[in-house]
């Protein structure tokens, strides 16, 4: 790609700071960089369901990038947890801020398979107050090459700048929203995900669940929690039983049903 072009990209993005044109002049400007399938840019706080600022998903692929994972899912996805845990700001690869087991977990079996993607990536850009623009890259045939995130990660210093200045009433969105649907959703799917099992599991075995259903291994749950491997086991074992599965998926389907309910 000339440089020329990606200075004419560059031009065109600037130019649209503070209006809807905006994001797709800053995706446009992207592709400069390397291919990419979809983008989609998410604005994420604590207090809130993640809102969806941008996306190219055509209408087939956009329930499930957008309204299911906003349904609940997001609670369990790796960036939504780095964007508020918060991470680094700056460009990262799913796989580099994802849990050791995320590829093997549940999540990603029943949920993120969904997506037919062969890898996101994802530039972090605080914007104030404890908001987050999470700006995602996503391939569906194969991944980022070294060069190519190399390339997009230089451009770094200017999605910086520019989403700072744009979404720079992120947190007042939130605000107006905090007492509305997202917000409540938020808190209903994360008194589902903290009170899954009461009544049958103890408060242990509850966290025990919550970072299974996140993609920690037995190994990063002791860790985590301060116990032993074994421990980590037992309680396993003790969740299967209680809740009469056999299995993580059967974990992953009980807890999508709890949301449905709740």
């Known amino acids: 790609m000339s440089i020329e072009l990606k200075f004419e990209q560059i031009g065109q993005m600037i130019a ?5 044109a905006f994001p797709g002049k800053l995706a446009d400007f992207l592709r400069t960089l ?39 899912p997001y609670l369990l996805d790796p960036f ?3 964007a508020i845990t918060p ?7 799913m796989r580099d801020v994802a849990p050791d087991r995320f590829y093997q977990g549940e999540y990603f079996r029943n949920y993120y398979v969904q997506t037919g993607l062969a890898e996101e990536i994802g530039f972090f850009v605080a914007t104030g107050r ?17 060069k190519e995130f190399a390339a997009i990660k230089s451009a770094w210093p200017i999605v910086e700048a520019a989403c700072t200045r744009h979404w720079c009433d992120l947190a007042a969105r ?37 970072y299974t259903l996140k993609g920690h291994s037995a190994e990063a749950i002791r860790q985590i929690l301060g116990i032993a491997a074994g421990t980590v086991r037992t309680h396993r074992r003790n969740i299967y039983a209680k809740l ?4 993580q998926g059967e974990l992953f389907a009980r807890f999508i049903g709890a949301l449905a309910k709740d």
């Open 16 to 20: 649209a700071e503070g209006s809807p």
């Open 34 to 72: 390397a291919y990419f399938d979809f983008t989609v840019i998410f604005g994420c706080r604590d207090a809130a369901c993640p809102l969806d600022l941008f996306d190219t998903f055509p209408s087939n692929k956009r329930a499930v990038f957008v309204t299911d994972y906003q349904a609940g």
């Open 80 to 82: 939504y947890l780095a």
């Open 87 to 93: 991470v680094t700001p700056g460009l990262h690869r």
């Open 130 to 146: 404890g908001t987050v623009v999470v700006v995602s890259l996503m391939r569906a045939q194969k991944a980022f090459s070294a």
């Open 174 to 210: 939130f605000d107006a929203t905090g007492v509305g649907d997202a917000g409540a959703l938020h808190e209903t799917i994360q008194r589902s995900l903290q009170r899954f099992g009461q009544g049958q599991l103890t408060p242990r075995e509850r966290e025990v669940v919550e």
């Open 244 to 247: 009469d599965i056999s299995s």
